[in-house]
């Protein structure tokens, strides 16, 4: 696949000019960035904190705002989904450490460090032996939400709705070569950027850090 | 063991590749992704774009002040002679010097200005942002704020309070607490308060004001205490409770105690791609109050040869010990000291 038509590198460059655009006060920007991320950012932080909807309206707020501040700061080497979860994992940090100096009592629902756990056993069944349904349905969802413009759809409409691809095409309005054309790429996409996170995880699961000496060996 | 389709449909079409499709297993075991409710979603939307356009108001007029002065630069450029010779019958206001840069915010932190102070209606500061003299910063209820000031010391406020900062690099407590670092580096920092003035000595120290009290606590180096009645020092690893009356008590407080966290909590987050693991452990030592120990100075000194690389969003200083397993190490913390040691082979 050419480097310009992989999704990943599409979907970066695509964050890129929307952060610009943002930065210069565009509106249909604004509005392209609030139906492109809040959602997937609302179900990162909702799966985190117990699915306690006010809290993660809460949280994900703080995030949006903390990001605003920082927008340029995004440097564009994640999608700004990934840049966003980020910060939301720290917000999410923040508030359970401020819960916890006002001696309340407080339950983590962080499946991050869990994940790691799971994964570096190095499971016989692979990524998905020891994973309960939540954290596949939390891992999942997150995969979904990193994909660009219609993938995430296309694969619901295949898998959950049962959609054939002429139906799928009529949707889109594409012809039926060209919407068989979209869920191979969405597959792959998806293939792709799950095997990223589950990699991710296996190897340190804190932020893709790695260590070398000054001799340059990893 | 994901649940499998009870009943697979033969492949129908060139994508459909049958119950071993590991796309297809796991949308099915995740089932539909659940949307925000719409009030939730308005709600989001109509906040994140006020603070949106805030953003983009105060970039825009920052571009027409930077436009301003460089005009104005090139301007006295083409008048100095005639400037020079006015000068010798007019004095010209100084214009207010930057006294500080705001490094990180959580929550709500606003200036005040003169005329809003007494409505208490500010403008919500920004990361990066620089402050006069003058300025008055307020945390809201769960707000921090860390500014850098000029002469090099790191400020923080705490939650609920508010400072007033003055020309001279001090600054004056209204309310709530701060936190200085002047490091080994910085100029002297000097916090007034109703009841006394406390004056750094090259340290970390925290200042905080109740209803008619206030406290001293020093983390590292020495604070002198000047009040009506006389001046005390408070020494690393003390706290000072200090009536409006000017009654002293002396309490021990750790470095580490759970009372600094708040500081920790508002310093700005440091990308440690690039540094060694040596300058990632002296910053959590700084911001956590810890003690480092290692397991034999061979390891002390390999340390300073370990470099981070990677993309660091924003790393805590109480998480800097997780880099450690990458790197083949491996860390316990015991009352405020964290042993460093190799770890398995």
Not at chain 1, 118 to 130: A, E, I, R, W
Not at chain 1, 132 to 159: A, C, I, N, S
Not at chain 2, 214 to 241: D, I, K, M, P
Request: include cysteine; hydrophobic fraction near 40%; aromatic fraction near 6%.
């Amino acid at each position: 696949m050419s480097r310009e038509s992989n999704p990943d590198t599409l979907r970066m460059r695509q964050d890129r000019r929307l952060v610009q655009r943002l930065l210069d006060g565009d509106e249909a920007a604004f509005d392209a960035f609030a139906e492109d991320h809040f959602s997937g950012l609302y179900r990162f932080a909702l799966s985190r904190l117990g699915h306690d909807e006010g809290l993660a309206q809460e949280v994900v707020q703080d995030t949006l705002c903390t990001a605003i501040d920082r927008l340029d700061a995004f440097r564009g080497e994640s999608t700004l989904l990934t840049w966003l979860c980020g910060i939301c994992h720290f917000q999410i940090r923040a508030h359970f450490r401020r819960q916890k100096r006002r001696g309340q009592q407080v339950e983590l629902d962080e499946q991050a460090p869990r994940q790691r756990e799971v994964f570096c056993q190095g499971s016989q069944d692979g990524p998905l032996g020891n994973l309960e349904r939540k954290e596949v349905r939390g891992m999942v969802f997150y995969v979904l939400d990193q994909l660009p413009e219609h993938y995430g759809q296309v694969l619901e409409w295949k898998y959950l709705e049962g959609l054939a691809v002429k139906d799928i095409a009529q949707r889109l309005s594409l012809g039926p070569k060209a919407a068989e054309s979209m869920l191979t790429r969405a597959r792959d996409a998806f293939r792709r950027v799950f095997e990223k996170s589950v990699s991710q995880l296996q190897e340190d699961g804190f932020h893709g850090l790695r260590f070398s000496t000054q001799e340059g060996n990893p | 063991m994901p649940e499998l389709p009870t009943a697979p449909e033969p492949p129908t079409d060139p994508t459909e590749h049958g119950e071993d499709d590991i796309v297809a297993q796991l949308m099915r075991q995740a089932g539909p992704r659940p949307s925000m409710p719409e009030s939730v979603s308005g709600d989001l939307r109509q906040r994140t774009r006020n603070h949106w356009q805030g953003m983009v108001a105060r970039r825009k007029a920052q571009k027409r002040r930077h436009l301003w002065v460089a005009a104005a630069a090139g301007l006295a450029l083409a008048v100095t002679g005639w400037f020079t010779w006015q000068q010798a019958f007019q004095r010209s206001s100084p214009s207010p010097a930057t006294i500080a840069r705001v490094e990180s915010l959580v929550g709500t932190v606003q200036e005040l200005t003169e005329e809003a102070t007494e409505q208490t209606v500010g403008q919500d500061l920004v990361v990066g942002q620089t402050l006069a003299a003058g300025a008055v910063i307020e945390t809201a209820e769960g707000g921090l704020s860390a500014l850098l000031l000029n002469g090099g010391a790191a400020l923080r406020l705490d939650t609920a309070s508010r400072v007033r900062l003055l020309a001279d690099g001090g600054l004056v407590l209204e309310r709530g607490a701060v936190y200085i670092d002047a490091g080994t580096v910085a100029a002297s920092v000097t916090v007034q308060t109703p009841f006394g003035l406390a004056r750094d000595i090259g340290t970390q120290f925290e200042v905080r004001l109740d209803d008619d009290a206030w406290q001293v606590a020093v983390r590292e180096g020495e604070v002198r205490v000047e009040l009506v009645s006389g001046h005390h020092t408070a020494l690393a690893g003390e706290r000072l409770y200090l009536t409006s009356e000017g009654a002293v008590t002396r309490r021990s407080e750790s470095p580490h105690a759970d009372r600094w966290a708040w500081a920790r909590e508002a310093a700005p987050s440091v990308d440690l791609g690039g540094k060694t693991l040596a300058e990632a452990l002296h910053w959590m030592v700084r911001e956590t109050g810890w003690k480092l120990a290692f397991e034999d100075p061979e390891l002390e000194a390999e340390v300073q040869r370990i470099q981070v690389y990677g993309s660091v969003g924003d790393l805590r200083p109480g998480e800097v010990p997780e880099l450690l397993p990458s790197a083949g190490l491996e860390s316990a913390l015991a009352d405020g000291l964290l042993t460093i040691r190799r770890g398995p082979r």
